[in-house]
């Protein structure tokens, strides 16, 4: 599945408005786990962003991540479920 470079959703009935694509915007939304060693063991994150809510609470934005797998090199980056920071995370 291939996104384009903006996403386009509704800003009110009957009308649509253009938004830059994010991480956030794919199918894949998902806790950091490395599917080639089958663990979390050997992740180091890049990026955390967290997700974005509402005044009324509800998410307006998923949280995105980036990170790396030193057991097999391998890097990721994808959309992660609302409520997921990374342990010990807080806002400083």
Request: charged share 15%; aromatic share 14%.
């Amino acid at each position: 599945m291939q996104h384009s470079a903006a996403a386009q959703h509704a800003t009110a009935p009957g009308q649509l408005g253009v938004r830059p694509a994010t991480l956030a915007d794919s199918d894949y939304v998902a806790s950091p786990y490395c599917e080639r060693c089958g663990t979390d063991e050997f992740i180091f994150l890049e990026t955390f962003v967290p997700a974005t809510h509402r005044r009324d609470g509800s998410v307006s934005r998923l949280g995105e991540v980036t990170y790396f797998c030193s057991g097999c090199d391998d890097f990721s980056a994808h959309a992660v479920p609302a409520s997921w920071v990374p342990p010990g995370w807080y806002f400083g």
